[in-house]
Nanobody, 124 residues
Framework: QVQLVESGGGLVQAGGSLRLSCAAS????????MGWFRQAPGKERDFVAA????????YYVDSVKGRFTVSRDNAKNTVYLQMNSLKPEDTAVYYC?????????????????WGQGTQVTVDS
């Protein structure tokens, strides 16, 4: 069992930055691939970024490439999402998730545990 708690969301002006954190409980954090997803009102939950167990590989949706960076610190049981050059269309609730699987990290159906989400609002 893994419990995930996101933090770092808030209101920011377009062009600004935020850093989301996701703290995991338990001793097995390093055995999970981690992902970030987001859900805007009335829309489906969409993939944003993922990072492998060791952090050696990262994946991004095209719309955030060059602006967002996912990283992790296994010693602190924490995964991060650094978001720069934010746009109004980035407004959503952001969720972190943990996956045992090594494939399909872009699909929410391949994740086993989810956090409660943190709101990010980008004001134009």
């Amino acid at each position: 069992q893994v419990q995930l708690v996101e933090s770092g969301g808030g209101l920011v002006q377009a062009g600004g930055s935020l850093r989301l954190s996701c703290a995991a409980s338990g001793r097995t954090f390093s055995s999970y691939n981690m992902g970030w997803f987001r859900q805007a009102p009335g829309k489906e939950r969409d993939f944003v970024a993922a990072i492998t167990r060791s952090g050696d590989r990262t994946y991004y949706v095209d719309s955030v490439k060059g602006r967002f960076t996912v990283s992790r610190d296994n010693a602190k049981n924490t995964v991060y999402l650094q978001m720069n050059s934010l746009k109004p269309e980035d407004t959503a609730v952001y969720y972190c998730a943990a996956a045992r699987r090594d494939y399909g990290l872009g699909s929410l159906y391949n994740y086993d545990y989810w956090g409660q989400g943190t709101q990010v609002t980008v004001d134009s």
